[in-house]
C-alpha cells in the first residue's frame, strides 16, 4: 500500500515539474482590439521582437479596420532608424473587418503617394506589382510583409506567399506608409514604436 502510495505521489510530483516545465515555453503575446500578437517570431531572417502594435482607423467614424504589429530585430522607437532598414523587419496586419481589393489599392495609393515623395515614380513598376498581389480580405485575414536585407520584401497574402519585391527603397516606402511623416493615423505610428495601441 506503501509502495502505490509513494508512487501516486511521485507521478503527481512529475506532472507538476512538467507543466510548470512546459509552461515556461509557453509564448506570451500583446492584444489590441481583441487580437494578440506573438513576442516573438521566427522568421528566414532570424528571431524578430514585437516593437509595438497599432490600431489603424479610417474615416471621420474611426472605423477599426486592422491590428498592425511592427517586428524588429532589435526595439526601437526611432521611426528614422527603423526605416534605415539594415535589419530584418516585419509588419503584420491582422484586419478585423472585410475590406474589397479595390479599398485596400486605393489605401496603398493613398500611403505610397504621402510619404513616398520623389521616389515613387521609380518605384512605379514594383508598386503595381505589389498592389496586383492583393486580394479581398475577411475579418481574420492577415498581410504579412517580410524584409530581408540582400533579398528583397516577400509579401503574403492571407497565409499564402505571392512572391518577393526587390530593392531597399521599395521596402523603405512601403514602411514609410506606417512609419514615415503621413501615416494614415497617427495612433498607428505611436504604438508600432511602442507607444499604447489606441
Request: glycine fraction near 12%.
Amino acid at each position: 500500500m506503501r509502495d502505490r502510495f509513494s508512487m501516486r505521489v511521485r507521478l503527481r510530483s512529475l506532472m507538476v515539474v512538467l507543466v510548470l516545465a512546459l509552461g515556461a515555453g509557453v509564448a506570451h503575446g500583446k492584444e489590441c482590439e481583441g487580437v494578440v500578437f506573438a513576442d516573438q517570431v521566427e522568421t528566414d531572417g532570424g528571431r524578430l521582437q514585437l516593437n509595438g502594435l497599432g490600431l489603424r482607423q479610417a474615416t471621420l467614424f474611426k472605423v477599426d479596420v486592422y491590428v498592425a504589429g511592427l517586428y524588429l530585430s532589435q526595439i526601437s522607437s526611432d521611426a528614422a532608424s527603423i526605416l534605415e532598414l539594415d535589419m530584418p523587419t516585419q509588419i503584420v496586419l491582422h484586419f478585423v473587418r472585410d475590406v474589397e481589393r479595390k479599398a485596400l489599392i486605393e489605401g496603398w495609393d493613398a500611403g505610397f503617394g504621402s510619404n513616398a515623395g520623389d521616389a515613387t515614380a521609380a518605384l512605379t513598376a514594383r508598386i503595381e506589382t505589389f498592389k496586383g498581389m492583393m486580394a479581398d480580405v475577411q475579418t481574420g485575414d492577415r498581410l504579412d510583409f517580410l524584409y530581408i536585407p540582400g533579398v528583397g520584401t516577400r509579401v503574403s497574402v492571407k497565409g499564402t506567399s505571392q512572391g518577393t519585391i526587390q530593392g531597399a527603397d521599395f521596402a523603405q516606402a512601403l514602411y514609410g506608409i506606417w512609419l514615415g511623416p503621413r501615416p494614415p493615423n497617427t495612433d498607428l505610428k505611436s504604438g508600432l514604436l511602442g507607444g499604447t495601441c489606441e
